[in-house]
């Protein structure tokens, strides 16, 4: 496994590449472009002049995350195929420049959701968390609003202010797909890349929706093991695989992580792990990396991944707010430096063992 971190661009980051090379074990970055809208092309230059920035520190692209699908191709508007043969272009580009993993999801108007962004824990960090009550109880106008107030003055991914000033206008986009119109749409846009996929060699990875279930009426198809084998079995290429977010999937305690892990041999292409702590059903929060810290065993996950043979990069995901970092929420130095060595100490040990 290629140990990675999240990195969001100059600018766009609290964090330095500087820094990110200095954390024993990882090798490479995680990283996007943020100037494209989702449907258009992104511009070899641009690619081009990120790759030099990272390679200038000492470190690789492991992949992007993400190349944004647009609504458009989400909902079958009669743009898609202008916005899938864009799509398609980017990936070629990014193929050229040795970038061959592409995350994705393919969650309508909102790309994961949160109540809070800073719920205080007792030892004074601070994490993301979610309360179904809460959601339930604020229009989502509001949680884009709040979502942007709290987020330390940076843009979150999937929260783009562009995207907060039609939040209504989204959502009538979306009155006529239910999960098996997204699905079919999923499976029309898979197709469509898949054979550049194979020719250039990119892996794409959807990521699994956040939280696993219905947000807003909204539907969502990458929800479980069910949906997972459906979606790998429809598209059978190997280039269709999956972004294995622990997190995400922890949000409904009866996923079986690391089941569903060895349910995906040869299809998982990137994986986030980070631990979850469970309070009843609808309300969680991030915890650290430390199975004792939160809700998930993760040697276990750890110990599927390795027996499956994943070989493809991993990044610790969110992590604390702590020791006083000011950061893009979730997205501090400390948390996610700690957990990435907490991480590679389970990887050593699991292959020791063997
Ligand atoms: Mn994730």
Known sequence: MKMSLRWFGEGHDSVTLEQIRQIPGVGGVITTLYDTAPGDEWALEDIQKMKKGVEASGLKIYGMESVNVSDEIKVGHAKRDEHIENYIATLKKLS??????????????????????????????????????????????????????????????????????????????????????LFQNLKYFLEAIMPTCEQYGVKMAIHIDDPV?????????????????????????????????????????????????????????????????????????ESAHLSSDGSLDMYEIMKAFDEIGFDGPVRPDHGRAIWGEVSMPGYGLYDRALGSQYLLGLIEAIKKTK
């Not at 059978?236 to 009866?254: A, I, Q």
């Not at 990137?270 to 469970?278: D, E, G, L, P, Q």
């Open 96 to 181: 050229d420049e040795g970038i061959n993993m592409v995350c994705y999801n393919f969650m309508p108007v909102f790309d994961w959701t949160r109540s809070e962004l800073a719920k205080v824990r007792p030892d004074g960090s601070t994490v993301l968390a979610y309360n179904q009550e809460k959601v339930d109880a604020i229009h989502p106008q509001e949680i884009f609003d709040h979502i942007d107030n709290d987020s330390n003055g940076f843009v979150m991914p999937g929260w783009e202010p562009e995207r907060m000033g039609k939040v209504e206008e989204l959502f009538h986009l979306y009155e006529d797909t239910d999960n098996e119109k």
């Open 213 to 285: 279930w219905s947000v807003y009426g909204l539907p969502r198809i990458v929800k479980n093991k069910m949906d997972l084998q459906r979606l790998v079995t429809e598209v059978p290429s190997e280039y269709n695989g999956v972004t294995l977010c622990t997190g995400s999937l922890s949000s409904k305690p009866d996923n079986d992580i690391p089941d569903i892990i060895r349910s995906l041999k040869g299809r998982i292409h990137f994986a986030h792990v980070r631990n979850t702590k469970h309070t009843a059903p609808g309300i969680f929060e």
